[in-house]
């Protein structure tokens, strides 16, 4: 059984940073890409950043600048450095775990963490 484990979420005011981190767990032979995904209240949830094992980038464009997803293979862990916060950047946070192999071979899962609360106000 994979878990994430998502930490580092909370308050802040307008301009402040936070750091996030989700790290994997479980028997996990390799995993392709992991990332952070969001969710505001009546919103779907929506990509904010990913990372693949040889370490591509993909960012949402309303965080570009702003944001640093990064990742530590060897711990199966991914981060997300978050600075210039805005309120419209409040949400719930999601750890994702794409291409997940339990063992080498095509089988893969995908897998979510279960939120971190990220709240950006004065």
């Known amino acids: 059984q994979v878990q994430l484990v998502e930490s580092g979420g909370g308050l802040v005011q307008p301009g402040g940073s936070l750091r996030l981190s989700c790290a994997a767990s479980?028997?996990?032979?390799?995993?392709?890409?992991m990332g952070w995904y969001r969710q505001a209240p009546g919103k779907q949830r929506e990509l904010v950043a990913t990372?693949?094992?040889?370490?591509?980038?993909n960012y949402a464009d309303s965080v570009k600048a702003r944001f640093t997803i990064s990742r530590d293979n060897a711990k199966n862990s991914v981060y997300l450095q978050m600075n210039s916060l805005k309120p419209e950047d409040t949400a719930v946070y999601y750890c994702?775990?794409?291409?997940?192999?339990?063992?080498?071979?095509?089988?893969?899962?995908?897998?979510w963490g279960q939120g971190t609360q990220v709240t950006v106000s004065s």
């Open positions: 994702n775990a794409d291409g997940v192999r339990l063992r080498p071979g095509r089988i893969s899962y995908r897998y």
């Open positions: 990372i693949t094992t040889d370490s591509f980038l």
């Open positions: 479980g028997s996990i032979f390799s995993i392709d890409t």
